[in-house]
């Protein structure tokens, strides 16, 4: 249950502190396949005051398609984590850089596997 708590606690806070998102909705991108994570990630989500919205993506190669098409500028925080099939964590922050230098929201690299 900690995690839980900390969880919401680190997400209430990133959004209090940032006056970008204190009018408006959020949107989270969360690119997971553990599908326990996601649930963790989404109860902690919608317990919050003002609950982002959510897109989930289990692959990072699907969350790079989205992303090409349709772009990050309305995206306020990637929740990433590390240890994905195919494309790991690492890869797709190198593929971020490259795409979006100076304008990607920021990222939260996470990991539940040792």
Known sequence: MIIFKETSLWINLYYSLNPKYMDSQAKVILIEDNSGDVKLIKFAMKNL?????????????????????????EISLILLDFNLPMLNGQDIMQKLNAQYPTSKPPVVVLSSSC
């Open 49 to 73: 005051k003002n609950p982002p919205e959510l897109l989930h993506f289990d692959y990072g190669k699907d969350f790079l398609s989205w992303a090409q098409k349709n772009g990050l500028d």
